[in-house]
């Protein structure tokens, strides 16, 4: 069965940092890759970045462009997400999500359940 469980999510200021994390069991994305995205109350799922799991290349939507970092540790099958320079729009659910690399959430066969960011002082 294969899993994928977030966490790092949380309550936090304007201008904070946050590092979330998604761990993998039951299967690598190796040949493939994974993605964040994100929805917030009313709002369509929104990517946010993606990675190329051999190779670490990495895509990310101009919206979160040099806050947002994207990494994965290959021995530990995780995938992370670091947020900087926290903003009040950032706020919504957190999703990882695997299988593909790209922008349309309909590409990504295995999701996680989410974790909450909340960015407000």
């Known amino acids: 069965q294969v899993q994928l469980v977030e966490s790092g999510g949380g309550l936090v200021q304007p201008g904070g940092s946050l590092r979330l994390s998604c761990a993998v069991s039951?299967?690598?994305?190796?040949?493939?890759?994974m993605g964040w995205f994100r929805q917030a109350p009313g709002k369509e799922r929104e990517f946010v970045a993606a990675i190329v799991w051999s190779d670490g290349l990495t895509v990310y939507a101009d919206s979160v462009k040099g806050r947002f970092t994207i990494s994965r540790d290959y021995a530990k099958n995780t995938l992370y997400l670091q947020i900087n320079n926290l903003k009040p729009e950032d706020t919504a659910v957190y999703y990882c999500a695997g299988g593909a690399v790209g922008r349309r959430p309909s590409w990504y066969d295995y999701w996680g359940q989410g974790t909450q960011v909340t960015v407000s002082s």
């Open positions: 039951g299967r690598t994305f190796s040949s493939s890759g």
